[in-house]
């Protein structure tokens, strides 16, 4: 049986290990970029969105998100018709190998690529590439996704409590 782990909560790269059970990350999570990027790079990122209708989110506009996914997707942008652009199961990397997906403005998933490697090679055509993809659902809330999914919340289990006493006592020991 799967384990369907929610990291919502938890600072920086954390990981889990099971006895052979798939741990499927589950849940919502913005990429958005810090403001240091926007001021060095906006005029990149404006010509991009005006070409290609895929605005990358910044830490000072980030969307209010109104679903629970499993497994997890990573938003890094919008689009002008109010959708997202996702990565599934993973941090949001145009130089992984992950699928990238559009949730439409009515809730619907979407492939754009299985390889994030090759969007900014189908940037300008994006949404000519959506095919209907059923490897993620949507649910209108955690609760509705807990009533079918058996969801450990990362940051109540002891090992995570247990690695957070660890890192306040290893800053402790520098101050």
């Not at 499927?24 to 001021?39: C, Q, T, Y």
């Not at 018709?81 to 992950?98: K, P, Q, R, T």
């Not at 058996?150 to 247990?162: A, F, K, R, S």
Request: aromatic share 12%.
């Amino acid at each position: 049986m799967a384990i369907y782990m929610d990291f919502s909560g938890t600072e920086g790269a954390v990981g889990f290990i099971s006895d052979g059970e798939p741990v499927i990350p589950v849940g919502v999570s913005i990429n958005a970029m810090p403001m240091s990027v926007k001021k060095k790079e906006w005029e990149l990122y404006q010509q991009f969105a005006k070409d290609n209708d895929v605005h990358f989110l910044f830490v000072d506009n980030v969307p209010i998100v109104d679903f629970y996914a499993v497994p997890r997707v990573d938003i890094a942008a919008t689009c002008s018709n109010g959708g997202f652009i996702a990565s599934v199961g993973e941090s949001f990397d145009l130089h992984s190998n992950i699928p990238l997906i559009y949730i439409s403005p009515t809730r619907e998933c979407f492939l754009i690529t299985e390889d994030a490697t090759q969007f900014l090679s189908i940037a300008s055509e994006w949404k000519k590439h959506l095919t209907p993809y059923d490897g993620v659902r949507l649910y209108p809330s955690k609760a509705a996704a807990m009533a079918e999914f058996p969801i450990v919340n990362v940051v109540d289990t002891p090992e995570y409590q247990l690695l957070l006493e660890h890192m306040d006592n290893k800053k402790t020991r520098s101050e």
